[in-house]
């Protein structure tokens, strides 16, 4: 009986009409428009945490502090507010990147309010991704690909705290 079941099932799709290859099936419009979208934002996330990470490091005069034979003890109020800086400003450029997301879920419709907008972006960044219900579902693509993206802006910048961490460290 099951056999038969799976068997009908199987002739019905191969029954069914094939859209010619050489047209655009009507949901590729739409996702090529998602991935344009999300790579236009990875960019600009790229060159934003980059840009930042720069401006980070000679902050704390990383080329110059590598370099030092160091005078001062790892655990020194003076490294460990060094420290305590660079997590912040860290944190801040994901904050950067976050709310741009969460400002082009606004512009383009996907989500209705600047909470949920925010609160939904900051989850999907960090990959924590407990629901896309208040998403458009004709956006959730790019969501996908901020959490994509997320993932490796926090692997960037955690890199770069343990560069900071392992230059800090020298005495």
Known sequence: MRKKRLRSLREKRRS???PP???PRP???PMIRELALSTVMVTFTVLIHGAGLVLLARLLRLET???SPGHLHPASISELGKLLFA???????HGVEIWLYALLYLAIGAINTLHDAVYFSTITYGA??????VMAERWRLVSAIEGINGILMIGWST???IRVVGLLRRV
Do not use: C, E, S
């Open 65 to 67: 502090h590598g370099n």
């Open 27 to 29: 949901m590729a419009v």
């Open 128 to 133: 924590i991704g407990y629901d896309d219900a």
């Open 87 to 93: 997590v912040l400003a860290l944190i801040g450029t």
């Open 159 to 161: 890199a770069f705290l």
């Open 21 to 23: 290859a050489d047209k």
């Open 16 to 18: 069914q009409p094939v």
